[in-house]
């Protein structure tokens, strides 16, 4: 049976309370949000693999670049040419990678218990949470943003419009958003926080064409 989500959460919640990570469960009252993406070897979460993550923190109106986690995995066996074609990241690109664990440890105490951000971001989620449960007995327990959903809402209520484009690149340019390195993990991170700024505390498109 699966569970949902929102079980699961209160679930770890209360197993977590007094552990090691217990200020992952506490609720968020700060202005910060973190911008988060994974390039992985597949787009299904049974087989995906992590390759890199970024993440990049926003506060406010500021998306602090300074204040960012650039992550590469070692290469898993699963790495491909298939999956080359898409994130274009090779077994050599990750010579230098770190091991999941240590990957997982940065992740956690980069994000803490703020909101995530991102474009399709349940899917990131999923994965993480794939390797994170495993080895924590959680997953991330974080509210979730999802930067496209931000997008059609303002687009759909402030003005009249057919069918919204929700593309990536779409979004990013209605938005007047340069794209910052696709499918690298830190630049999709990255753009998608200049996007979500935008739509948050700038002018929104008028034409969703």
């Known amino acids: 049976m699966i ?17 090691p990570w217990a200020n ?12 988060l993406d994974c390039e992985t070897t597949s787009l299904d979460v049974a087989q995906a693999e992590i390759l890199s993550i970024g993440a990049v923190r926003i506060q406010g109106k500021r998306v602090k670049t300074s204040d960012r986690l650039d992550i590469r995995l070692k290469p898993p066996h699963s790495l491909t040419g298939e999956s080359i074609k898409v994130h274009k ?16 440890e940065q992740l956690l105490n980069f994000i803490g218990n703020r909101p995530i951000l991102g474009y399709y971001v349940n899917y990131d989620i999923r994965v993480i949470d794939k390797f994170l449960r495993p080895r924590y007995g959680f997953g991330l327990p974080n509210k979730a943003i999802e930067l496209s959903h931000v997008y059609h809402d303002i ?4 003005h009249v419009g057919g069918d919204v484009d ?15 390195q696709r499918h690298t993990a830190l630049g999709d991170a990255i753009t998608v926080a200049l996007m979500y700024v935008r739509l948050k505390h700038g002018q929104s498109p008028t034409n969703t064409h």
């Open 3 to 19: 569970i949902p989500r929102t079980i699961r959460r209160l679930q770890d919640r209360r197993t977590h309370r007094n552990g």
């Open 89 to 104: 990241i090779r077994a050599s690109d990750l010579s230098d990678g770190i091991e999941l664990e240590d990957a997982l």
């Open 166 to 180: 929700l593309r990536f690149d779409t979004i990013a340019s209605k938005l007047d958003i340069p794209i910052i």
């Open 24 to 35: 992952l469960f506490e609720s968020y009252d700060g202005d910060e949000v973190v911008s």
């Open 155 to 158: 687009i759909k209520w402030k």
